[in-house]
């Protein structure tokens, strides 16, 4: 494999986050498209693709949508949705395909690294200024010039690239195993612990903070960092230990607060009522459209025709916070089957190779594998698909059904 055709790959990966780019009708062709496009052109590589029936079920998936647009929903938003799924397709394939060579494996990982630290540095950033900071890929700002304000009181909440604090938050929490992959508790190590978990809590996410302790505690009963400590070293992290103690004290406010207006959570027309509402809506569509679905990316035109529970009077262009029940409100019943056993089949193959790995590739599976059920779990609370989040899910995928 060329070192320019691995380089076109490894850009794919750090412009995952970077959904926007210029409009060819009713399609947005994005950086990350091109890349994924560019990249998935065998020319002078040798090929390491080998099918499995994970593969099988995520081309009939894939094929579903196609199916569905041609014959039940060719409107242009439907399209737009077809052409975005493709490429996450291409993508998944692209990583098969290239992660096998090991000497980009190492690459791969420091640019999921790459992109934690940078959202994170970009969030805390916000978080000090109190608003977005004008940068031309925060997506935000198109929409919300002056940030997303909490509908709970709790002020300004912080965004990074992504369009809301929700989508950053569970980004950083669905990337965070893989700094544990760096070999020992480094300075670099903790830094990078440090600006995550900050970003993920300046970004008032309940859910969220669940994920994050969640991965830290498994990581540290599974995965214990590699560490020595010498009267030389308490040297360099004493200053660390009392950064993180001024930054416990300065936060700790804010977390107090949120935690404190919980209960707002459960009011009418609060996070968790709204994605209540959300829900009935989306099932009285399934059971209107149960096999090929509403089309890609219709849920809200459909569902505020329907408006069933009355939440689109209030809040206008919303989307079920459900992966699952949006895959099968948009692509039908049988899209949401073959989509679970994609990862039926991705995760069976996981376990049934693990023992037969030597330990540098059992750990990086072990991550990706952790990563992929995290973005499993935050996708019943957001909405990721499709998403960047989405993109990174598949990678995570391809990566253990290799």
């Known amino acids: 494999m060329s070192k320019q055709v691995g380089a076109l790959f490894i850009a794919s990966i750090l412009t995952v986050p970077f959904s926007g780019g210029w409009k060819v009708g009713p399609i947005t062709v994005s950086p990350f498209?091109?890349?994924?496009?560019?990249?998935?052109?065998?020319?002078?590589?040798?090929?390491?693709?080998?099918?499995?029936?994970?593969?099988?079920?995520?081309?009939?998936?894939?094929?579903?949508?196609?199916?569905?647009?041609?014959?039940?929903?060719?409107?242009?938003?439907?399209?737009?949705?077809?052409?975005?799924?493709?490429?996450?397709?291409?993508?998944?394939?692209?990583?098969?395909?290239?992660?096998?060579?090991?000497?980009?494996?190492?690459?791969?990982?420091?640019?999921?690294?790459?992109?934690?630290?940078?959202?994170?540095?970009?969030?805390?950033?916000?978080?000090?200024?109190g608003r977005p900071l004008g940068l031309p890929f925060e997506r935000i700002i198109k929409n919300n010039p002056y940030g997303w304000l909490a509908d709970d009181g709790t002020g300004f909440r912080v965004t990074g690239t992504m369009k809301g604090p929700n989508s950053l938050s569970s980004f950083l929490t669905i990337l965070l195993p893989f700094i544990f992959l760096l070999n020992r508790l480094t300075i670099v190590k903790i830094l990078l612990l440090f600006f995550a978990l900050a970003a993920i809590l300046v970004s008032f996410t309940r859910f969220s903070w669940l994920m994050a302790i969640l991965v830290m505690v498994i990581l540290f009963l599974f995965k214990k960092p590699k560490t020595s400590f010498s009267f030389g070293r308490?040297?360099?992290?004493?200053?660390?230990?009392?950064?993180?103690?001024?930054?416990?004290?300065?936060?700790?406010?804010?977390?107090?607060?949120?935690?404190?207006?919980?209960?707002?959570?459960?009011?009418?027309?609060?996070?968790?009522?709204?994605?209540?509402?959300?829900?009935?809506?989306?099932?009285?569509?399934?059971?209107?459209?149960?096999?090929?679905?509403?089309?890609?990316?219709?849920?809200?035109?459909?569902?505020?025709?329907?408006?069933?529970?009355?939440?689109?009077?209030?809040?206008?262009?919303?989307?079920?916070?459900?992966?699952?029940?949006?895959?099968?409100?948009?692509?039908?019943?049988?899209?949401?089957?073959?989509?679970?056993?994609?990862?039926?089949?991705?995760?069976?193959?996981?376990?049934?190779?693990?023992?037969?790995?030597?330990?540098?590739s059992r750990d990086f599976k072990d991550i990706a594998a952790l990563s992929g059920l995290i973005y499993l779990l935050e996708a019943n609370m957001v909405t990721l698909f499709p998403a960047p989040h989405f993109a990174l899910f598949l990678a995570f995928l391809a990566i253990i059904s290799l």
């Open 33 to 129: 498209a091109i890349l994924v496009l560019l990249t998935s052109i065998p020319i002078g590589k040798k090929s390491y693709l080998k099918l499995a029936w994970s593969d099988l079920c995520l081309f009939l998936f894939f094929l579903w949508g196609v199916i569905s647009f041609i014959f039940i929903n060719n409107s242009p938003e439907v399209l737009r949705g077809v052409f975005g799924l493709g490429i996450y397709l291409l993508f998944y394939f692209n990583v098969k395909n290239y992660i096998c060579d090991r000497k980009l494996r190492k690459t791969f990982v420091l640019s999921l690294i790459s992109l934690i630290f940078f959202e994170s540095l970009l969030a805390l950033w916000q978080f000090i200024f």
């Open 234 to 360: 308490i040297k360099v992290y004493l200053p660390l230990l009392l950064v993180f103690i001024l930054m416990s004290f300065i936060l700790f406010p804010y977390f107090i607060d949120k935690i404190s207006l919980t209960g707002l959570a459960f009011s009418p027309f609060g996070p968790l009522d709204t994605r209540f509402k959300l829900n009935q809506e989306a099932i009285n569509l399934i059971i209107q459209y149960p096999f090929f679905g509403v089309g890609l990316s219709r849920f809200s035109d459909f569902a505020t025709a329907g408006n069933i529970t009355g939440i689109f009077y209030s809040f206008p262009n919303l989307i079920v916070h459900n992966v699952p029940l949006l895959i099968a409100v948009e692509m039908g019943i049988p899209a949401l089957g073959l989509f679970i056993c994609f990862i039926f089949f991705s995760y069976r193959r996981y376990f049934f190779f693990r023992k037969k790995l030597d330990l540098n």
